[in-house]
């Protein structure tokens, strides 16, 4: 079992840049695929990036490809989303998710443990 809580969120102009971490609890914590997925108010949470066990492989939704990068510290129990050119669409809750699967997800309902979400917000 793995505990996660997010944090990094806030406030920041279009175009500026945000760095979101998910720290994790438990000994077993390379063995999580993990997830980065966000929801705005009055929609459906959706699915922002992926990362696999190891960090070799990522996958990201259309909307953030080239501007938003996932990486993770499996020494530090730690995965990270680096937010870049954002835009006011991107303001939304974000999530962290930990997958006890070796199998990439862009599906909220395999993912196993959730945060509590950080807040982001870009003004235009």
């Known amino acids: 079992q793995v505990q996660v809580a997010e944090s990094g969120g806030g406030l920041v102009q279009a175009g500026g840049s945000l760095r979101l971490s998910c720290a994790a609890t438990g000994r077993t914590f390379r063995y999580y695929v993990m997830g980065w997925f966000r929801q705005a108010p009055g929609q459906e949470r959706e699915f922002v990036a992926a990362?696999?066990?190891?960090?070799?492989?990522?996958i990201y939704t259309d909307s953030v490809k080239g501007r938003f990068s996932m990486s993770r510290d499996n020494g530090e129990n730690t995965v990270y989303l680096q937010m870049n050119s954002l835009k006011p669409e991107d303001t939304a809750v974000y999530y962290c998710a930990a997958r006890d699967s070796g199998v990439l997800s862009d599906k909220p309902a395999p993912y196993d443990y959730w945060g509590q979400g950080t807040q982001v917000t870009v003004s235009s």
């Open positions: 990362i696999s066990r190891g960090g070799g492989t990522t």
